[in-house]
């Protein structure tokens, strides 16, 4: 690929669980005009106060290449894993996504949905939540079909991202 080109990374990176360190790793992207596309973060080992940060961002090669060493610097991180270059893995999101609408349209909106696999969450009989899993595109969607059903408002995680197979990113 060549260094001009813009890709996506998907970045898993295992830190200690203390104050401060997403501030660290935030201040890192922005203190260089990194992008973050996606960002979760969660405790994932209580026994060695383990997190798990997942960001999603893009740039050059040259640039996921900077910020993967420079993650890999800070003090609290245990190890940093280019999910997208390493091999096959697994990204979802969890979105809720309310639509607003009645008579044709919310009974589009519900058979769109049970299509997609999105579960109603929350019902009345203006409007419709539903929650959904999935990769970004397919979210991006579903999203995209519910604007002309009256889609008033949409919450979304950002990715959670595992390795697939016997790789791992434990310590």
Do not use: W
Not at 3 to 13: E, G, S, Y
């Amino acid at each position: 690929m060549s260094d001009l080109m813009q890709r996506t990374a998907t970045i898993a990176v295992l830190v200690e669980n203390e104050a401060g360190v997403l501030a660290r790793v935030i201040g890192l992207f922005s203190g260089r005009g990194y992008n973050i596309e996606s960002l979760t973060v969660a405790p994932v080992d209580e026994a060695r106060r383990l997190s798990r940060i997942t960001v999603v961002t893009t740039g050059t090669d040259m640039i996921i290449e900077q910020i993967k060493a420079q993650l890999d610097r800070l003090v609290p991180v245990h190890k940093v894993s280019d999910l997208s270059l390493e091999g096959p893995h697994l990204a979802r999101e969890l979105a809720l996504i309310k639509v607003i609408g009645v008579g044709d349209h919310r009974m589009e909106a519900l058979r769109l949905a049970d299509a997609f696999r999105a579960r109603v969450v929350d019902a009345t009989t203006e409007s419709a939540t539903f929650e959904m899993t999935g990769s970004a595109e397919k979210i991006d969607a579903f999203i995209a079909l519910m604007r002309p059903l009256g889609l008033a408002e949409v919450s979304r995680t950002g990715a959670v991202a595992i390795a697939r197979g016997t790789r791992s990113l434990a310590a």
